[in-house]
DNA sequence: CTGATCAAGTTATACGAATAACCAACTTAC
DNA sequence: GTAAGTTGGTTATTCGTATAACTTGATCAG
């Protein structure tokens, strides 16, 4: 009845204790407590050490009808700058609940992405995490409607399923607060987009900022809101049109860290420095490069790990669609100073 | 016989069709050519479109006693900088071969690696990749012993499993190669760990470097050579040095791109600027970083992607434990230029 | 006309674990 | 002394698929 092998089965182990297979279940999966006798259940645990017994899940996961795996579906995702943190919450989180991660990136390609899906049902995941390289909104690919999905750092368009996404308003909110609380009052803002552009990033940001402002009884002056495209050399751009203004900012948010990389080096240019001269403040708390730039800046960080792992709760708790949002917090470092008191 | 369920079986296949689940198994896996005839062979996939029947990996891994999983264990590769390219690199790979990427990050815990372990081998996955976050000497879990490893990114200290890793010597050589080829032969090079360290990125990059020059009759002066931890600010402060020596250097190696960034910010705090006034080669091709300094940052790639698919080969072919240096590839950008010719 | 070959399936079983249902031997209660 | 319970297991079956072994009716060579 049983036979040797490389991986040994439940069988072998019974045989080696002298019991049922079905007892050695009963003793693994600790049922109905005492059901086995003490010394037998030393006998079987002895025999499943000696054999170097491991349970097999496709087995196991057969039998009960749960696989214990959790899909995740990113676009480019795994090579991204914030990279795996997505992945690492959701990992994280899945493994907390004896569950696994199933991840596949597809590159944006969808015959990839077809293929992942048509995997992933295959191994009868529990549910899908479908992540997002940027913060958009978009649509679930229709293949995934039998299977529990929710949507991370990206919005779905038609509210299906669940999305947990930055809160980008509240961010934009939080680092003008910041300025506003240092005593500035003129303080510009670099945008990431077009004011054309409907991503929620920077529409977020710039509403936060907006808001923080009006609610400290400013006024936000066109002139001080410039838009760029998120990258180093619009931030240089656009921070010396700034800083070549009558009236030249005291502070400025920039959408992202690049751009403020390319303010950083913008106020060089000019002889300037922060937080001396101008504070700044950025958004991503990209690590590769704000706490490398000198001084080290101050930005909100999106929170990725946060994220996924509501995500993965979201997807087990099996509730209906909700759309999350997510704070950002603020990190400090040393890009903003107190305002000069105007004499 | 046959159920109505979500997910439908081939006997729900089987009894719709009119044949019996052996045939949808013939058909789905077109065994033997034409043993079933066309008519039934298209009535079944019709059901199977139909039902929107999905095979069940389980029931198959099951029977067929492969699991088409590879693990692939990290130690914090997936928050790492250069993250997922080494996941992304096995997926590929893995893809291609009709397997899947079962991938846990450890976080470095010991306990969490040990579960980690215990999980695949429940999985029964084909082989694992164990991936490190930086080149260096491992040990390999013995837990893994009784199943197909390939270590990436290291090296396997006992070399009982085959490891992939970066040419750190070849790399040098080509970085050092690169500048000699531009006329410079006050070379400088800026390493990223003490002289005592063994890491092999390190020590093989100076070995390069040295090799590079030698090949080109030039003494390497112990003058020109620095040692540093791979931070930015030792790039600044050791830059400055040479740059402050009788004879300064025309060129300087940065054992990697964030000393090369220091760098940067030395010559711009002495009023100089690369290359014009020292060519500048960094290390790691790190894609936030080195594309956009100003000038762009000429560095040397890390073969992230290639490792990983090579990786997935070795363990897939189930070849005798061998070692693969892969290649690292210069990628010009704009901080290297010819040596003024001497009046 | 008959035995052999072949096409096109079907039947039965195994993979390894979980679990419902059953059972034997002892206690215990009255 | 016997019905009822308890203790400590065992047996049989199931999950969904793959496949070896068998069947059946037709075709064909000699």
Known sequence: MARKSNTPTMWEVAERAGVSQATVSLVLNNVGG????????????????????????????????????????SDEVA?????????????????????????????????????????????????????????????????LAGIPTVVVNAQ???????????DEELGGYTAARHL??????????INIQD???DLPAGIGRLAGYRRALREAGIETTPRLIRYGSGIVEDGFDLTRELMNEDERPTAIFCGNDRT?????????????????????????????????????LTTVALPYEQMARRAVELLLSAEKPTQNP??????????VASAKVPA
């Open 260 to 296: 403020a990389w390319g303010a950083y080096r913008a106020l060089e240019s000019l002889g300037l420095r922060a937080p001396d001269d101008c504070s700044i403040v950025g958004f991503d708390n990209q690590d590769t490069l704000a706490p490398y730039l000198d001084p080290g």
């Open 195 to 197: 004011p054309e552009s």
């Open 79 to 143: 090579s991204a700058p914030f990279a795996g943190k997505l992945l690492k919450g959701s990992q994280l989180c899945a493994w907390e609940s004896g569950n696994v991660i199933l991840s596949v990136d597809t590159f944006n390609e969808p015959e990839l992405e077809a293929a992942a899906i048509d995997m992933m049902l295959s191994y009868r995941v529990q549910g899908v995490v479908y992540a997002s390289m940027y913060h958009r909104v978009l649509d679930v690919p229709t293949a």
């Open 326 to 335: 997510i704070e950002c917090s603020l990190v400090l470092r040393g890009s």
């Open 156 to 166: 779905d368009r038609a509210g299906l399923v669940s999305s947990v996404f930055p």
């Open 180 to 189: 506003l609380e240092a005593g500035h009052t003129r303080i510009g803002m």
């Open 34 to 73: 005492s059901r086995v006798a003490e010394a037998t259940k030393s006998r079987v645990l002895d025999a499943v050490e000696e054999l170097g017994f491991r349970t097999n899940a496709f087995a196991k996961s057969l039998r009960s009808g749960k696989s214990g795996m959790i899909g995740f579906i």
